[in-house]
């Protein structure tokens, strides 16, 4: 365990280099080259769908409830 804390305090000096200007640029470069994915309302559309689900339920819970407390087999 001691050699890597020795490595790395030996090699404290490199984690603070800075890359070239070049390295950035080019680095830039092939960033905008690169077409971003467009982003999909996936989680937004999975909300909608448990919001209508939750709905549905208390939907049907209602309707069972109202159902049953007027059946004629209900002890009023």
């Known amino acids: 365990m001691a050699d890597i804390f020795e490595f790395f305090k030996k090699n404290e000096e490199k984690l603070h280099e800075k ?3 070049q390295v950035w ?3 830039e470069q092939k960033l905008d080259r690169i ?3 467009k982003r999909r309302g996936g989680i937004r559309f999975l909300q909608l769908w ?3 689900l939750i709905l549905l339920i208390l939907i049907l819970a ?3 409830v109202w159902h049953y407390s007027h059946s004629p ?3 009023h």
């Open 19 to 21: 890359p070239p200007e």
């Open 25 to 27: 640029h080019k680095l």
């Open 35 to 37: 077409p971003r994915p």
């Open 50 to 52: 448990v919001l209508v």
């Open 62 to 64: 209602s309707v069972l």
């Open 73 to 75: 087999h209900s002890p």
